[in-house]
T-cell receptor
Framework: NAGVMQNPRHLVRRRGQEARLRCSPM?????VYWYRQLPEEGLKFMVY????????ESGMPKERFSAEFPKEGPSILRIQQVVRGDSAAYFC?????????????FGNGTRLTVT | GNSVTQMEGPVTLSEEAFLTINCTYT??????LFWYVQYPGEGLQLLLK?????DKGSNKGFEATYRKETTSFHLEKGSVQVSDSAVYFC?????????????FGIGTKLQVIP
């Protein structure tokens, strides 16, 4: 039973380019969460999605950032026109439905570097 | 809203020392509480959890007890090893807006030296 898969592990983009981060949740999990981790800082919630729906995007910047979780395929976190401040580790987590007491299962993250 | 406060690190201990990492929380209702561990270059892994008051979660020699009266969930280990060096996150999961919302503490970096 494969865990949460994120790719790429490392992504380098120049300022102004687009970054696409992918996350395939664990089998049977229909809830996906994205977090950002800056060096020496904690995890910051960005967005929570269920299949084809954004449930909570309160942690996502209003501009340049978007997320989707289509009916088929992985969840995508998209950052347009990247800036140096976007450099961070981005983690995806998944959980099964109606999972009030269930832990989140995390991927190994995508480390984005903006040059 | 829900919040988690944990002691800031880094914490440096000698091998076989006793470990305590403090964690307190603020939440409405009856949240579940978790400790996650993050090894260098990896994502977070669940270390242990407790879902109701007075429950004790334990794993790999680590323990934490859900204390509702003090709203705490302190992580302890009797004898740490070098391999325990990692960042530890306290978290709570509670109902918010009709769905599960997980709130993390800032993380505490533990370094164990031989």
């Amino acid at each position: 039973n494969a865990g949460v898969m994120q790719n790429p592990r490392h992504l380098v983009r120049r300022r102004g380019q687009e970054a696409r981060l992918r996350c395939s949740p664990m089998k049977g999990h229909s809830h996906v969460y994205w977090y950002r981790q800056l060096p020496e800082e904690g995890l910051k919630f960005m967005v929570y999605l269920q299949k084809e729906n954004i449930i909570d995007e309160s942690g996502m910047p209003k501009e340049r950032f978007s997320a989707e979780f289509p009916k088929e395929g992985p969840s995508i976190l998209r950052i347009q026109q990247v800036v140096r401040g976007d450099s961070a580790a981005y983690f995806c987590a998944s959980s099964p439905p109606l999972s009030y007491n269930s832990p989140l299962h995390f991927g190994n993250g995508t480390r984005l570097t903006v040059t | 809203g829900n919040s988690v406060t944990q002691m800031e690190g880094p914490v440096t201990l000698s091998e076989e020392a006793f470990l305590t990492i403090n964690c307190t929380y603020t939440a409405t209702g009856y949240p579940s509480l978790f400790w996650y561990v993050q090894y260098p270059g990896e994502g977070l892994q669940l270390l242990l959890k407790a879902t109701k008051a007075d429950d004790k979660g334990s794993n790999k020699g680590f323990e934490a007890t859900y204390r509702k009266e003090t709203t705490s969930f302190h992580l302890e280990k009797g004898s740490v090893q070098v391999s325990d060096s990692a960042v530890y996150f306290c978290a709570l999961s509670g109902a918010s807006g009709g769905y599960q919302k997980v709130t993390f503490g800032i993380g505490t970096k533990l370094q164990v030296i031989p």
